[in-house]
């Protein structure tokens, strides 16, 4: 398994939508959470980070955590089209050697419709 | 406040060339990280630095490929030599430990190896 997952997409939804992307880790010690958002050609792009079971919102954006089903999610309300780009999900594992890594999913390619 | 500064932003080589890759991190974060990341392969972590010591280079692919981090404003990623399989984008990215594990990432260095 491997320790982050995401559904690569693509994922499409028309503007003024709700998009709603997850993400499941394996690693049930993690506590630090972060959605990415990476345009074509552009870097990565922090948008959200989360750390307690539950939502958290910001704007348009809410990201919701549940560290007992090992997953986390982000929705955003109101969809436009400037919204299209990869959301990668990253999360802190714990590493024995007692430096924390910070391992990203492959991302979700979401794609507002006009 | 400048954030990560990478250079050079494109890089066209041939096959056996040495390539090196620059990066200066933002002014007072402690750690950074050297990712590759391609359509196939995704996001990959290749080595991170802690204080400029280096940390974790499992991610490093081949002895081919070194990094050094000689003081807290610069590291370095060199490739020699050069293989049209290491055609990717090289980010850089640098994070406090005054925060929780939030990397701020740098424009990438587009490297294509003929």
């Known amino acids: 398994q491997k320790e982050v997952e995401q559904n690569s997409g693509p994922l499409s939804v028309p503007e003024g939508a709700i998009a709603s992307l997850n993400c499941t880790y394996s690693?049930?010690?993690?506590?630090?959470f972060f959605w990415y958002r990476q345009y074509s050609g552009k870097s990565p792009e922090l948008i959200m980070s989360?750390?307690?079971?539950g939502d958290k919102e910001d704007g348009r954006f809410t990201a919701q955590l549940n560290k007992a089903s090992q997953y986390v999610s982000l929705l955003i309300r109101d969809s436009q089209p400037s919204d299209s780009a990869t959301y990668l999900c990253?999360?802190?594992?714990?590493?024995?050697?007692?430096?924390?890594?910070?391992?990203f999913g492959p991302g979700t390619s979401l794609s507002v419709i006009p | 406040d400048a954030g990560v500064i990478q250079s050079p932003r494109h890089e066209v080589t041939e096959m056996g060339q040495e390539v090196t890759l620059r990066c200066k991190p933002i002014?007072?974060?402690?750690?950074l990280f050297w990712y590759r990341q391609t359509m196939m392969r995704g996001l990959e972590l290749l080595i991170y630095?802690?204080?400029?010591?280096?940390?974790?280079d499992s991610g490093m692919p081949e002895d081919r490929f070194s990094a050094k981090m000689p003081n807290a404003s610069f590291s370095t990623l060199k490739i020699q030599p050069s293989e049209p399989r290491d055609s990717a984008v090289y980010f850089c990215?640098?994070?406090?430990?005054?925060?929780?594990?939030?990397?701020?990432f740098g424009p990438g260095t587009r490297l294509t190896v003929l």
């Open positions: 990215a640098s994070s406090s430990e005054y925060g929780d594990n939030e990397q701020f």
């Open positions: 690693d049930r010690v993690s506590q630090s």
């Open positions: 989360i750390y307690s079971n």
């Open positions: 990253a999360v802190n594992i714990y590493s024995k050697t007692s430096y924390d890594k910070v391992i």
């Open positions: 002014s007072g974060h402690n750690s």
């Open positions: 630095f802690n204080n400029n010591v280096p940390i974790d």
